[in-house]
């Protein structure tokens, strides 16, 4: 099985960066503990999250995007995200296609609330620093920059998603979020644009309560780090404990498929696997009943133990 060893020379990821990251003590310092608690203390509660499965097994943008869209391949699946409007008050405004951190955070949560509380309309709060806290993003000025920007790119996107199902190559195009309510600036210009009341797309929720994939929230904070750590976390959660009877080996070229399309050039498997293997290894690190091997050529993925103790969640009341 591969070690849980963390590199020592990483730094988080920063806004525009296409190069592997690198993280910083204070990030290996939040993983090594998150591991202690997830390894001393079965999640519960709180602890449980859910997501998406097609976010599961493909993820958004890990660093900015230039244009209007962007497309990801995993298999025979592809996921083609486009940049969509959102209304100021005044205007309409153009955004970025969401990317990194913030927005696998707020899908987490909102996918979370959506399935425990069976509803598609979730709430983020009354102000900014309780957005930031619900996502478990510590307060800070550039925090809260990001959080505007990110939320409001992913409220506005459009998602299309091509898949084959039955032998028949299906087509589902959505939106994950439906509505997006926001408080705007008062006569003093104290409050800004950010989420109060979020609603989620009507196929979009309707596919994630019919399988929702159950994960510990506690990794995916402690990963945030890394955009690449949580979407390799999420694929792992949603995929190992699926497998029966005999290990899943996966190539480097099918995982950098999955996982690393951005990387092209002479040297892209080479850059690839330098990203990833730390990034497994961070995954792996908040994910103590995970059983990976690194080997020669690729990974072997063995049957493992649920992320979380799944049972079908109940509504809330």
Not at 229 to 248: C, E, N, S, T
Request: net charge positive; aromatic share 10%.
């Amino acid at each position: 099985m591969a070690r849980k060893r963390l590199p020592k020379n990483e730094a988080p990821e920063g806004e525009g960066r296409q190069a592997a990251p690198r993280l910083s003590s204070r990030y290996t310092e939040k993983l090594i503990n998150a591991a202690v608690e997830i390894t001393d203390a079965l999640p519960t509660g709180d602890d449980i999250a859910f997501m998406h499965s097609i976010l599961c097994q493909i993820g958004l943008p890990r660093s900015v995007v230039k244009g209007e869209r962007f497309e990801r391949r995993s298999g025979s699946a592809i996921l083609v995200v486009r940049a969509g409007e959102v209304f100021n008050g005044r205007d309409m405004m153009q955004q970025p296609i969401p990317y990194g951190p913030i927005p696998r955070l707020a899908l987490s949560y909102m996918t979370t609330y959506a399935v425990r509380h069976r509803t598609a309309e979730i709430p983020f709060g009354d102000s900014v620093n309780e957005a930031l806290r619900l996502l478990g993003i510590e307060k800070s000025g550039q925090s809260y920059r990001m959080f505007r920007k990110q939320v409001s790119a992913l409220a506005a996107c459009h998602l299309t998603l091509g898949f084959n199902a039955g032998g028949k190559a299906r087509t589902f195009k959505g939106e994950p979020i439906k509505q997006f309510e926001a408080w705007l600036a008062d006569a003093e210009g104290q409050r800004t644009l950010w989420p109060s009341m979020l609603t989620l797309g009507t196929d979009f929720y309707a596919t994630l309560i019919e399988h929702p994939i159950p994960h510990d929230v506690r990794a995916l904070w402690a990963l945030r780090g890394s955009s690449l750590a949580m979407d390799v976390y999420l694929y792992l959660a949603a995929r190992l404990w699926r497998i029966q009877g005999k290990p899943v080996r996966l190539f480097w070229h099918q995982l950098r498929d999955q996982f690393g399309q951005e990387y092209r050039g002479k040297d892209a498997d080479k850059d690839f696997k330098k990203e990833f293997r730390p990034a497994l290894l961070h995954a792996m690190t908040v994910y103590p009943a995970a059983k990976v091997d690194v080997i020669d050529g690729g990974v072997v993925l063995h049957p493992s133990a649920s992320a979380v103790p799944y049972r079908p969640p109940q509504r809330l009341q």
